[in-house]
């Protein structure tokens, strides 16, 4: 069974501070994701990137939902 469908508000609001993987993700005409199915959600980063290659999802997105340090570089 699919997770439920949440838009962004919901997902941010539940997982916040927190990686997210999103199947099904719907985005709007800017690109920002509007609404998806969270199938896995972690603090850690190498944990999300293990569901993913576990999960066999071919539309998927994974976002960061907390304040990242004006420090820190991040690589795309």
Same mark, same amino acid.
């Given at each position: 069974m699919k997770p439920a469908l949440l838009n962004i508000t919901e997902i941010k609001r539940k997982y916040h501070n927190q990686w997210v993987l999103i199947v099904d993700p719907v985005y709007s005409k800017t690109h920002k994701i509007k609404k998806g *199915?969270? !199938?896995?959600?972690? $603090? #850690? *980063? $190498? %944990?999300? #990137? %293990? @569901?993913? !290659? $576990?999960?066999?999802?071919?539309?998927? @997105?994974?976002?960061? !939902?907390?304040?990242? #340090? %004006?420090d820190l570089s991040v690589i795309l």
């Open positions: *199915r969270v !199938l896995f959600h972690s $603090e #850690d *980063r $190498e %944990k999300i #990137d %293990k @569901a993913m !290659l $576990e999960s066999r999802e071919n539309n998927i @997105a994974i976002r960061y !939902l907390g304040t990242v #340090d %004006k």
